[in-house]
């Protein structure tokens, strides 16, 4: 009976105290974007509903500015209203593209300094193949720079219209930099290891009349100085057909090993300079047939180096170097792909110095950004996936 009693009076108090909080009035005054509460027995301030005193006051990632209402709202910035803190206003956002986060093709695009595109294995074919002609479609009237070919662009047999096209196109005729392989041997000269002898396919190119290309004596292998802003793009483009298959020491002599070494010593590698190697190859891969001293040069100065041959995108590294030194990619084809048809496409970006590089799968119907494919290259740095 002790315990109802004692239980009944409890009861009675909590129900006297909810009646006098209700019944009391909150009278400390509050700014207009706050309203005054009673909490614990005792008066606050408390924030309205999407309302603030301070960006920090908005934890809304997509409503994080404090207008002069007090209102938590997007930021729209534009050239009167900038972004702060090294982010950068895109469609009246801002953004902070150092951590790489691109939600389409468009925002790549737009964090971009410059963009170019790398293809290969096309056999002699152009825009009367659908993949081909996707893809100039998709690179066209977006500033590509320059294009980088990785051989085997003609084949003995076929139309080849490949040469009309380039013939008709200003664009690669003054921005196309071939690689020779052997399906350009086999068109110009004897067959697939008539070594050297696609070197004639550079001729259209006007590569010896060029200022920022020189090529070797054998008029098959080259080396390139693209500058763009303050960033110069160093390329070097061997020769490596896959024939005689059975022997690398001829399909890829060491004479033209040293010639890349050599190169590779005579570049002063800064934060500024991109350093790119094209060879066709046998297998799909090259800097697996280098000594190991040769290799330790290619992985201190080379940013990515660039194979073909098998029609397969692939991403390699060397032994021991998963995430840092030379991003290795296999460029797939544009028209013969094993899987997909498809190309590369590169993006610099700066505030850190990179290259975004991905391989663009043609039987996609619009150009998006494929996170399976693409890799983040830091200048003399890591590498890491988008």
Same mark, same amino acid.
């Given at each position: 009976?002790?315990?109802?009693? !004692? +239980?009944?009076?409890?009861?009675? +108090?909590? +129900?006297?105290?909810?009646?006098?909080? &209700?019944?009391?009035? =909150?009278t400390k005054k509050c700014n207009i974007w706050e309203s005054c509460k009673i909490v614990n027995d005792s008066?606050? =301030? !408390? +924030?309205? $509903? @999407?309302? =603030?005193?301070?960006?920090?006051d908005c934890k809304d990632e997509k409503k994080n500015h404090c207008n002069e209402s007090n209102t938590c709202v997007p930021f729209v910035c534009d050239e009167e209203n900038p972004c702060k803190d090294n982010l950068t206003c895109y469609k009246s956002q801002c953004y902070d593209f150092s951590e790489n986060k691109f939600e389409n093709m468009d925002m790549l695009d737009f964090a971009s300094s410059f963009k170019f595109?790398?293809?290969? $294995?096309?056999? @002699?074919?152009?825009?009367? &193949? !659908?993949s081909f002609k996707k893809m100039i479609e998709w690179t066209k009237d977006r500033d590509q720079k320059f294009v980088i070919g990785l051989g085997d662009h003609l084949k003995k047999g076929r139309d080849n219209l490949f040469l009309d096209f380039i013939e008709n196109n200003e664009f690669y005729k003054n921005n196309f930099y071939p690689n020779i392989a052997d399906g350009e041997n086999e068109y110009y000269g004897e067959g697939q290891d008539d070594w050297g002898a696609g070197g004639k396919f550079l001729e259209l190119f006007d590569f010896e009349n060029k200022d920022n290309v020189t090529l070797r004596d054998n008029k098959a292998e080259y080396y390139a100085s693209i500058k763009i802003g303050d960033i110069t793009i160093h390329l070097i483009q061997v020769h490596f057909p896959d024939e005689p298959r059975d022997d690398a020491k001829l399909a890829w002599p060491q004479e033209s090993r040293d010639y890349l070494i050599n190169k590779l010593k005579s570049i002063e590698k800064t934060k500024n300079d991109i350093v790119i190697v094209g060879a066709h190859s046998i297998f799909g891969s090259w800097h697996n047939y280098l000594k190991k001293e040769e290799l330790d040069i290619v992985l201190e100065k080379v940013d990515l180096g660039l194979s073909a041959t098998v029609h397969e995108f692939a991403k390699m590294t060397a032994s021991g170097h998963d995430n840092d030194a030379t991003l290795f990619i296999n460029t797939g084809a544009i028209t013969h792909g094993l899987t997909s048809d498809g190309y590369l496409e590169v993006h610099f970006i700066k505030n850190p110095n990179r290259i975004i590089i991905q391989y663009i799968d043609m039987k996609k119907s619009s150009l998006e950004i494929n996170k399976k494919t693409s890799w983040i290259k830091y200048i003399n740095g890591k590498i890491e996936k988008l």
């Open positions: 009976m002790f315990y109802r009693i !004692v +239980l009944f009076f409890i009861f009675a +108090l909590f +129900l006297f105290s909810c009646s006098s909080n &209700k019944d009391k009035k =909150c008066q606050t =301030c !408390v +924030l309205n $509903d @999407g309302k =603030c005193n301070s960006n920090e595109y790398i293809m290969s $294995d096309n056999k @002699g074919e152009a825009e009367e &193949k !659908v």
